[in-house]
């Protein structure tokens, strides 16, 4: 069966994030704003649980230089030394907090990560009467708290992370040598300074590589929300119409929201996203209807919107009302032929249009109804050919994996009617047969493969990931709120700490 894959595309932006923007623009007006996005200070402590993963993924990844040069001893000569193969070990990270501030952006404290970081000290001692070469493995012992303000930016079209402030205080850092007996004269010599320049080299290497990661996983989870909301030939760009607007309560984004398909861009109207917005759940997300209009101009020209139903499929839709002495309604239209010779095909013959209103998700269309007789071993034919006219309300919900579509009221009035000469159906008794199969719940059972197959597509697209919770569509005049909470996407965490190159 071929099915709309974008039929409700909306559920789509539940992964949204920014594709691309205008670095440093001015906030733009609501007027060219297709889609808002606002990710509160609670999403915020959600994905903190998970904040000391990648902090000691960074740690991990981190590379550090050797240490070497040359210490004079008063009176007795002087000892080169070089530290090197500096490698971590043991590491771990007691607790993080994350808060958000309107000036100085998101803010990451990390308290007490213990590491210990282990290597090889080569040191040689030189005065006019000894020239003594020695290798000792060493570790030092390290506890430090960890406070991190991360912002973002503009970066050839994408987002970026900049870590414009990145302090470590240590609070311990004990360096310890093998063979204690042997050196501990060197150990001596060395405490001051270790604890001096690994402080300096440990801090230099850890920020670059908590920035190189930050910005490493904000390419991963746009990379994610770039699959979720891409289908074969149609994209939606999330440009930002502005910059984003950070406040202690929220992160707040505008995108334009234009598609493309094939390339070529879909014209949307202006939109009708309010200014002011209350957020109810920790991602809020506002889409107007001029984007999912485009979507489905798209898909319509890309031929997503039809349906065929046959043997199983279309004994499920006509099952009430069949028996041996009373023939359910398609086989009332069309008589003497057995249900499983008959294929039934639904599309549109224009792109349908969404209105959001109130009262709910309003679809006008215009649709053909085709049966199509396949009989074992000869050419095909079309027994009835239908066009009509509909308008259906329906109200969306999303819970338990699924997409809940209910719908409200259905108009409909038939325009076209064109049978078989056998069949010899009018306008009249096609309109009775149609009434016959609204009554008897048709609408909702074709409305149910829709649910299916986008419930099946969210799957494919990783949405299960979020653990979606307390989700809430609401249509207002010109736009739909979608909100929800939502868990941590531990195994989409897991995809990108597995994919990290390790380290030669």
Known sequence: MLLLRRLTP????????????????????????????RVTKEAGLVFNQETSDVIQAAFRHASFPNIEGVKSILFLGSVSYIFKNLQINNMSVENSDVDLNDEKGILIAIQD????????????????????????????????????????????????????????????????LQREEEASWIKQIFTDFVSFTLRHIIKGQICTEIHKMANLLADFTLDQAGEFIRDGAIVTSIELTGDPVLTSGYIESRHKGNVFY??????????????????????????????????????????RLSLKLADGDLLKLFEDGGSEKQPNILQQMIPNIPMHDLMIKLGPLRPPVILFKPVGTIMQSSITVEVEVLPGGKDSYTALYLEMDAETTVHASYADR???????????????????????????????????????????????YVEFYISTLLDKKGLHYFNVTNSLLETEEGYVTIATDFAFPRQLLENFLRNLAPRS
């Open 10 to 37: 909306v559920i789509l932006f539940l992964a949204g994030g920014s594709l691309s923007c205008d670095r440093g623009s001015p906030a733009s007006p609501m007027g060219s704003t297709g889609i808002v996005c």
């Open 113 to 176: 990560v213990a590491a210990v970081f282990k290597g090889t000290l080569n040191y040689a001692y030189t005065n006019w009467l000894l020239n003594l070469n020695h290798s000792v493995d060493f570790e030092i012992e390290s506890q430090t708290d960890l406070n991190l303000a991360l912002t973002l930016v503009c970066n050839k079209g994408r987002i970026a992370v900049t870590t414009s402030d990145c302090r470590l205080n240590f609070d311990k850092l004990t360096l310890q």
């Open 262 to 303: 094939r390339n070529s861009s879909v014209l949307q109207k202006p939109n009708a996203i309010p200014v002011e917005r209350v957020e109810t759940r920790m991602f809020n997300l506002w889409v107007s209807e001029p984007v999912i209009n485009s979507l489905l101009f798209a898909a319509y020209h890309d031929d």
């Open 402 to 448: 699924k997409i809940h579509l209910q719908p409200s009221s259905n108009l409909w009035s038939i325009k076209v009617v064109r049978s078989n000469p056998a069949i010899a159906l009018d306008a009249d008794k096609a309109k009775h047969y149609m009434e016959a199969f609204f009554s008897a719940g048709g609408l909702q059972k074709i409305i149910s």
